[in-house]
């Protein structure tokens, strides 16, 4: 019953967002108000009949209906509870499902939002929102059905993926289609702008709201990735270089420059045609995430499927890359740039060359992912382009965007000089040195490290000189320093919001330096009882023991970790057997600190237990990748209130 | 002006170049290994890292917790002790899988270009950069009043940068 | 600058990414072309299960059909096993010789997967890895096709079947050593 419901549901939602979608855009061309509302009541059937296939998924799940091939695939009875209800997303077909129920979430919220507002704008908007929208639930219909029905019904399921059951993955894959999905609505008003012919500020200031949704949850999306890679694979590390990595972090590159950038035609009426390119660029690389996932023809880690999924994405790749751009280049003419520069040295200029290094990295995480391809297309030889490529090419780049990052919010619109810099600039670069010598006397040569650290104290620096300074002025109409710097916090929120973010930037890279330069491992056979030494710490073996788990077999080392500092502690990676998986998995057991975490990964053993290989890896800085991600949440929270003055 | 620009191009480049030349495939400080091991975990470290895990696709042979990648360990500790350089080892290797196997392409021929492109592009992107500011920057300028009061300066100043928001 | 027709570089820049893309269906990633072929094979010296030594050089002028398996490779290598049985019995008197070997396995599990099948051909372990990494292997199951001088000729992933290995081995057979 559920499969053929679940499935007719489905083709009802796709017909409808499909008469959505042209309903809407008819309206517009044809001005009868009857057809616009039609399209939003079938916006609204489309979000219930989505709803409904999710309710009837988890009942599915619930009561283990093996009938679906999706909950015989992805459970078994001895799947926890919870994770019967997050297998919902956790392989392929289920995730186009939440796609669209978020897409369509989302377009409900601009029918709410815009319908009144924005008159001339929001049928086209509401056309193409619809019109992706019917693109998923067409995904949804034919190539990766979520209803397929399975005959003859299992007695049991299959088993939800083993690295799967874990938190970060319940909601890695929720903050990263939030992302995703989210830039689908700047993309809509972009298009809509575009046939319109309203190319001014408004599109921008419209969805100024919706950007900085969109690009928070990417960062968190990419940021419980890293987590999760660096808990639950094995490895330690948090970011691999993956294709499908590569795939969710270049929207966030342009997606920050696309930030960043907008503020510039916002208030100076310049790079328009440049902004309008960047959003449908960073549109464009949200699909082509999905497809490089769903096609496998990168091979990954994260790659779910092949099949004809990958020929329905590519060729939605193409018409929305081909259409968008064209529909671009027929405007082209309404696109000048109004404003003009009085210097060189500009806060303009500095956001261009954000821009460049933020497409520059863009481009070269592309064509280092899509590179495999061409040579075996060009050369039939198959290479790897790995992290050590990445990283090398990278590193410049970001930390010339570190430096912009000091540098950009300090200097003026329009013109900078000479007084301005120096007065802006001189302490805290002389503060980045100091940093810089002070590490070095303390020992550190990594040079890396140390250039990151005079980056990270000199933009600290400055915003913290630009706080200090704001607050002061503020203070002479009488508040105290609490009262001041929170009203200045709530008074000028775009701007401090957006340092708060950088700070919380700043606070990674740190992690993401030290961690490079400082993280060290070592791998030994240790006999029961005997130790090794690595990094101040002992490590000793004091045996095994197996279990049998609601779905799986674990083999628990017991290993006594002692540091001379404190007392000793007994740390449990084990090895889990799961009887669907051809190979174990890892489980790692770690111990988090603020400057130092420490990870052991149980290799091989002796089924006696007289003998176990063991990894242990002490990493340094890890954790401030996860606290410069609490402050990104803080400083996003604050970008996005509503403005103090005029209503939200 | 643009020697103003030249100037701040020239500190982010040069802040890029050292940054870059001094992070060379970053080494983990490892202590060095204790005496039972007559090879250098460090360069064994090094040489696994270089390689990729046949596996775990994305991750090098010293980063992968298979056992496939453990294995490949120990044959690149032997292999190193028993004389060979590392780039014997990598040789060995790549003669045996092929240059999928490393996980940096070969700085050389037809994979020269996924190296060098990135850099062009860079490049590029710098000059059209400047083309554009200096095009933003030729334009008339509006006649701007170079005799101010400080003080009406400073208050203006203070006053435009409450109206700025960010 | 005349915009009119230079602004339809930007679609038309587009268009050979997708193209790229549009090829990479017909590639499959995880299918990794060998270096080895046409080339000498590694030696190998092993101890089989039942406890006799075999080696490559003991087997110079017999073809050789390698067999690279596991008890935890399902399907593939449950699928290929009796081919394998099959085909030796078909080809051990006409000059081939068919060896296994166990890789990345627990001793008890590897006999319980022989036992099941009955092979009567010799299976040994590798420990330590080092033959699965002299021959490039990089899954399971792998086979491969070694001729009378000791060169490797071709290279089967994934399962085998008697007709690819029947094919195979009549071409080798036909060569003088």
């Known amino acids: 019953m559920i499969p053929e419901l679940g499935y007719g549901a489905t083709v009802a939602a796709f017909v409808l967002a499909l008469w959505g979608a042209v309903a809407a855009a008819m309206s517009a061309r044809t001005g009868r108000a009857a057809l616009l509302r039609s399209g939003e009541r079938a ?146 008003f972009a298009m809509a702008a575009l046939v319109v012919g309203r190319t001014g500020e408004e599109w921008i200031t419209i969805t100024r709201r919706w950007t900085i949704i969109a690009w928070y949850f990417l960062s968190l999306g990419l940021l419980i990735g890293g987590w999760w890679s660096c808990h639950v694979l094995g490895w330690g590390g948090y970011w691999a270089w993956d294709p499908v990595e590569n795939a ?182 002389v503060a980045g040195l100091v940093a810089a010598g002070t590490l070095r006397a303390l020992g550190v040569a990594n040079g890396l490290v140390l250039t990151a650290m005079a980056l990270v104290v000199f933009v600290a620096g400055t915003i913290a000189l630009d706080l200090f300074r704001a607050v002061r002025a503020r203070r002479r109409s009488g508040d105290d320093w609490g009262a001041a710097t929170w009203g200045l916090l709530l008074r000028q929120n775009r701007r401090y919001g957006g340092f708060i973010v950088h700070l919380g930037i700043l606070v990674i890279s740190l992690g993401v330096a030290g961690s490079q330069a400082w993280s060290v491992q070592k791998e030994v056979t240790l006999d029961r009882g005997q130790s090794m030494e690595l990094a101040g710490y002992q490590v000793r073996f004091d045996g095994l023991s197996g279990s049998e788990e609601s779905n799986h077999a674990k083999v628990t080392g017991t290993f006594t970790v002692t540091n001379g500092r404190a007392g000793g502690d007994v740390l449990h990676p084990a090895k889990k057997f799961y009887p669907q998986e051809q190979t174990p998995i890892a489980a790692v057991d770690y111990r988090l600190g603020f400057f130092e975490d420490i990870y052991l990964v149980l290799g091989d053993f002796a089924s006696d237990g007289s003998h176990a290989t063991v990894k242990l890896q002490v990493n340094r800085m890890v954790s401030w990748l996860w606290l410069g991600g609490l402050v990104l949440t803080l400083g996003a929270a604050l970008a996005i209130l509503p403005d103090a003055r005029r209503p939200a | 002006m643009t020697r103003g620009l030249a100037g701040a191009a020239a500190a982010v480049a040069l802040v890029a170049v050292v940054g870059w030349a001094t992070a060379a495939p970053p080494p983990a400080a490892a202590p060095p290994a204790p005496a039972a091991t007559k090879v250098d975990e460090q360069i064994a470290h090094d040489v696994a890292s270089q390689l990729r895990c046949v596996v775990c696709q994305s991750l090098s042979v010293a980063d992968s917790p298979s056992e496939t990648a453990s294995q490949m360990r120990a044959i690149i500790r032997d292999r190193l002790a028993a004389g060979d350089s590392p780039e014997q080892v990598r040789a060995y290797f790549v003669e045996k899988y092929g240059d999928w196997i490393l996980l940096s392409p070969p700085k050389s021929g037809f994979t020269l270009l996924v190296w060098v492109l990135p850099f062009v592009g860079l490049g590029i992107g710098l000059v059209l950069v400047a083309v554009v500011v200096r095009r933003w920057s030729r334009a008339p300028r509006a006649a701007t009043p170079s005799q101010l009061d400080p003080a009406v300066r400073e208050r203006i100043r203070r006053e435009l940068s409450e109206m700025d928001k960010s | ?111 319980q997967f022989l036992a099941r099948f009955g092979h009567s051909f010799p299976n040994a372990p590798d420990p330590t890895g080092r033959v699965s990494v002299d021959y490039g292997v990089y899954g399971v199951p792998e086979t491969f096709f070694i001729d009378r001088t000791g060169r490797v000729r071709f290279k089967q992933v994934g399962a085998l079947t008697d007709e690819i290995a029947r094919s195979h081995l009549d071409v080798l057979l036909k060569e003088p050593s």
């Open chain 1, 43 to 188: 916006a609204v059937g489309a979000w219930v009949l989505i709803t409904a296939c999710i309710a009837l998924m988890l009942y599915a799940f619930l009561t283990f209906d093996f009938s679906v091939q999706y909950v015989a695939v992805n459970t078994n009875r001895g799947t926890p509870f919870y994770y019967r209800i997050t297998a919902l997303w956790g392989a392929l077909e289920g995730s186009i499902v939440l796609w669209s129920w978020m897409l369509s979430i989302y377009t409900l919220i601009v029918v709410v939002q815009y319908r009144r507002r924005q008159p001339e704008l929001y049928p086209w908007v509401l056309s193409v929102m619809l019109g992706i929208l019917a693109f998923f639930l067409l995904v949804m219909t034919i190539p990766a059905p979520p209803f397929e029905r399975l005959t003859p019904i299992p007695a049991d399921g299959r088993g939800l993926n083993p690295l799967l059951q874990d938190s970060g993955m319940i909601t890695h894959p929720v903050a990263l289609y939030l992302g995703f999905t989210g830039f689908t609505v700047p993309f809509a």
């Open chain 1, 248 to 429: 969710a972090f270049m929207p966030w590159l342009t997606g920050t420059a696309f930030l960043h950038s907008v503020m510039i035609q916002e208030r100076r009426s310049m790079l328009k045609l440049w902004n309008l390119a960047l959003i449908i660029l960073t549109f464009g690389l949200t699909i082509f995430g999905t497809f490089l996932t769903r096609s496998g023809i990168i091979g990954s880690v994260h790659s779910f499927t092949q099949g004809s999924i990958g020929v329905f994405f590519l060729g939605f790749l193409a018409l929305v890359l081909l259409g968008s751009f064209s529909l671009l280049a027929s405007r082209i003419e309404r696109l000048r740039a109004e404003g003009v520069l009085d210097s060189v040295v500009t806060r303009e200029s500095m956001f261009l060359l954000n821009n460049l290094f933020l497409v520059a990295a863009t481009f070269t995480v592309f064509f280092g992912t899509v590179f495999p391809l061409l040579s075996e297309a060009v050369r039939g030889v198959k290479i790897s382009v790995g992290a050590p490529f990445f990283n090398l090419v990278n590193i410049p780049v970001f930390l010339a965007l570190l430096f912009l990052m000091g540098v950009g919010p300090l200097i003026a619109w329009r013109r900078a000089s000479g007084a301005n810099l120096k007065r802006n600039f001189l302490k805290p670069v």
């Open chain 3, 1 to 111: 600058m005349s915009t009119s027709r230079l602004r339809w570089v930007i679609p038309a820049a587009v268009v050979p990414v997708l193209v790229l893309l549009a090829y990479g269906f017909r590639t499959d990633p995880r299918e990794i072309p060998s270096p080895l072929l046409g080339r000498p094979a590694a030696a190998f010296s092993l101890t089989t299960f039942a406890g006799t030594p075999v080696s490559l050089e003991g087997l110079r002028g017999k073809v050789v059909m390698l067999n690279f398996w596991a008890s935890w490779c399902v399907p593939a290598c449950y699928e290929e096993a009796p081919a394998l049985e099959r085909t030796w019995r078909a080809y051990k008197d006409k000059g081939v010789m068919v060896v296994g070997v166990d890789i990345q396995d627990k001793e008890e599990a590897a006999r």
